[in-house]
């Protein structure tokens, strides 16, 4: 019998819960043996849990007891859940995790502690809730050179342009029906402005293409911005408009962006509706493969959690597969050097937008809209000087 | 160094030989290890190959050379691919395949000899060619109870449903663009008829639910009776056609078909174009996750064997979780009690119609079509005994 803990027992920490007891028959028969919870670890009061006995305040206990093998980290931020994540890891306990902001912020220097103590640090969680996304890369896809990463990544975003296209929402609107129905948070920063999807794209990045990106220098718009006109102009020339975190490497040079963007309908991502997630993955010799599913929830996220759980169980050890080394300087692409197609909408008169852009593609029903040959985001802002520019999205061009 | 070898060179078996050699470094690095191919088994002559000296034409000398470890079985068929396995696996070197019909048919007594030997039989590029399917299943979804699996899993009938869609081809014009473009035989039985998606979703099924599934048990019905008319209405009602290998499970009974599907719009399956294959699990916890790309292909299926290898290299030795047991006896669900909505075409008056099925959905600009309400197949056959049907196809219903 493996004996486990769980850190934190909110919405995803009781779903690892819930799961390892409902399902305990089918996890200890496909592992051929049980998997235990031993402690769970919160500071508020269970009074009323059917396993209160369970519950413990202290991190210590869990860090000083032997029998302990895996431990499940679902408090989130990166304060306390930081310190007990490397207590784990240094006592010799492999950790499982859904939180991306540590993943993201402190991944590398958890996966070289995680090294030292020949223990595993997993979080096939923390990118696409349920879906199937860190093992497929590392594994199914490893004999190829991965050329590119997208996906959208965030629930809470898309459910939002989900509504403003069908409904022909405001954003604002939209953003008021996501919170009533339980989809965004009171302050939805983090998800409408792209920091959420940052977290993820930075840690898929990484992992692809093995070296550590800073948060901080991957370029973030959110869809604060995008109004039901730009919506209702997109889909007039057959394109969605979804959240994107991308990526590619070129050389050996790398580069990361979360921005809105064009996608064509006949690019699977469009078809990813409400609260869905999907991620593509460019290879060499696959060409695109694309997963997609629940990109969120209780259920889904904590499915994720339990088989890194049951993979750790078969094989408790440091896997450099599943980790990356630090940054290397000076391999991250100028924002300014990287080319688009640009969706636009203008008051300027047409003759205008012409000699500002040169040949620009109208939008038939849409007056004010175009789209614009391709460019560097430098010679579109240039460019785009020279007349009143009241939307600007990139358009997402399908590569294989 | 892992010395590998390759049984048949045809185009999958060449396409892993120029993955091994082209990504060797990446390969390398990722596995800690670099990866060898000793031998390459055709019977054909091979002079002007730059590695001419790696030809053999004896299985024998694989089997025998015990620097040999993994061996790949891109031959095809059941005669000699299933005796050389049988060899391979006896003498503890590895299998790995793309050999759906192999699998298929002969997957539960290959497993029981790979396990003797404590060897592994791999196979994840049998179904979905370079998607990861088979081990997202294993290992990605293994805390959860498998409920259901449906995919669009060959490539020929899509391109021929996808180009009956968009350019409103006849079924047959459709199969001859397709030969001319190379993704159809020249005797394409195999795939219009459904004989290759059968051999996929009986592999999906037995892995997902843990038993052997009968071939022959699984009904097909092929795409060679949809006409353009029906992929029209179809369309004018919401709806795409899509060849459909599906299978679930109810209590111990379990059940799979392969069938032509009207598939909702919003359903991302709906979405799936041209050659492209996916793939989708129904798990309690995690609700609905699709796998979806490339599902056939030289370096597609080449790449999905490569994983395999460097899957083995980490662990060679069998596991129990990806392999099957014996088929259980009277667990297979009679097909006459599955239960669908039908969308049909009648020259029948709607009185007559409407006599015979009861409430049924008329499809607007398309006089002769409309969809029932579910029904078993007994039934619906029944019920259909009273009227002149032109076209029955099942209708796909998303759940979760």
Redesign the interface.
């Known amino acids: 019998m493996i004996k486990t803990a769980v850190m934190g027992y909110g919405v995803v920490g009781s779903g690892v819960y819930e ?1 390892l007891r409902k ?1 305990a028959d ?2 200890a028969k ?3 043996e049980e998997i235990d919870i031993k402690y769970i670890l919160d500071i508020r009061e269970f009074e009323n849990h059917p396993e209160k006995e369970l519950f413990v305040k202290d991190a210590n206990v869990i860090a000083e007891d032997k029998e302990v093998e895996i431990v499940v980290e679902t408090m989130g931020g990166v304060t306390f859940a930081y310190e007990f994540t490397k207590k784990m890891l240094m006592a010799g306990k492999s950790v499982v995790t859904s939180n991306k902001e540590l993943v993201s912020t402190k991944g590398t220097e958890l996966f070289e502690i995680a090294r030292e103590h020949n223990a595993a640090y997993m979080f ?1 969680a923390a990118v696409g809730g ?3 996304v860190i ?2 890369l590392v ?7 991965i050329k590119a990463v997208c996906g959208i990544l965030n629930g809470t975003t898309n459910y939002i342009l989900t509504k403003m296209f069908k409904e022909n929402r405001s954003f604002d609107a939209a953003l008021k029906e996501a919170q009533e129905s339980g989809y965004a948070e009171k302050n939805p920063a983090a998800d409408v402005e792209g920091t959420d999807t940052v977290r993820k794209i930075a840690i898929l990045t990484a992992l692809a293409f093995g070296s550590n990106i800073d948060d901080n220098k991957i370029p973030a718009e959110g869809i604060t911005k995008i109004t039901s006109e730009d919506v209702s102009c997109a889909a007039k020339a057959g394109y969605a408009i979804k959240l994107m975190g991308s990526s590619f490497i070129e050389g050996d040079k790398v580069f990361a962006r979360v921005c809105p963007m064009l996608v064509p309908y ?1 690019c ?1 991502l ?4 409400d609260v ?1 997630n999907a991620v593509q993955f460019t ?12 990109g969120a ?1 209780k ?2 996220t ?3 959690i ?2 890194d ?3 750790i169980a078969k ?1 408790n050890e440091f896997d ?2 599943f980790a990356w080394g630090e940054e290397r300087e000076n391999t991250f692409i100028d924002p300014a050097d990287t080319r688009y197609k640009y969706f636009m909408r203008s008051e300027s008169s047409e003759e205008e937008i012409k000699e500002a852009f040169g040949c620009v593609k109208f939008i038939e029903g849409c007056s004010d809209a175009f789209i614009t040959e391709e460019m560097s985001e430098a010679e579109c802002e240039k460019k785009g000087e020279k007349i009143d520019i009241s939307s600007k999205i990139r358009v997402y061009e399908v590569k294989e």
Not at 283 to 294: A, F, H, K, S, W
């Open positions: 799961i399902n089918v996890i496909r592992l051929g096939e349920g879906i199937p093992r497929p594994n199914c896809l490893a004999a190829n050179r006949e699977p469009a078809g990813v509706e869905f290879g060499d010799m696959v060409g695109n493969v694309m997963l997609y599913g629940r929830g259920s889904a904590a499915s994720a339990v088989g759980i049951m993979h094989r450099p597969r």
